[in-house]
Nanobody, 126 residues
Framework: QVQLVESGGGLVQAGGSLRLSCAAS????????MGWFRQAPGKEGEFVAV????????YYADSVKGRFTISRDNAKNTVYLQMNRLNAEDTAVYSC???????????????????WGQGTQVTVSS
């Protein structure tokens, strides 16, 4: 069975931090580009961050650049999203997705990712 499971979400005050985890089974994160997307109520899903499968290059949405860090631990088969200096606009359901290793796709497009977790809720209070 191939699946991704997110964890680490919760309620945090503005200015605080959270670290999200995306644990993979049946598929290695080192064999995929791994991305984080988020979706707030009434809004469409938006790209947050991605780490590529080979070079471990990272890319971020302008709204989170300098505050969020995506990383990968191949030994634990887990991808992380460290979120610092959170604000109310960061409130959303955060989901991780896997892109096939050799796929030629737009890394910023949700449809490029073939496997998704169920998401974890992040709520930031002011």
């Amino acid at each position: 069975q191939v699946q991704l499971v997110e964890s680490g979400g919760g309620l945090v005050q503005a200015g605080g931090s959270l670290r999200l985890s995306c644990a993979a089974s049946g598929r290695t994160v080192s064999s995929s580009s791994m991305g984080w997307f988020r979706q707030a109520p009434g809004k469409e899903g938006e790209f947050v961050a991605v780490i590529t499968w080979a070079s471990e290059r990272t890319y971020y949405a302008d709204s989170v650049k300098g505050r969020f860090t995506i990383s990968r631990d191949n030994a634990k088969n887990t991808v992380y999203l460290q979120m610092n200096r959170l604000n109310a606009e960061d409130t959303a359901v955060y989901s991780c997705g896997a892109m096939p290793k050799f796929a030629i796709r737009n890394r910023y497009d949700r449809s490029s990712y073939d496997l998704w977790g169920q998401g974890t809720q992040v709520t930031v209070s002011s």
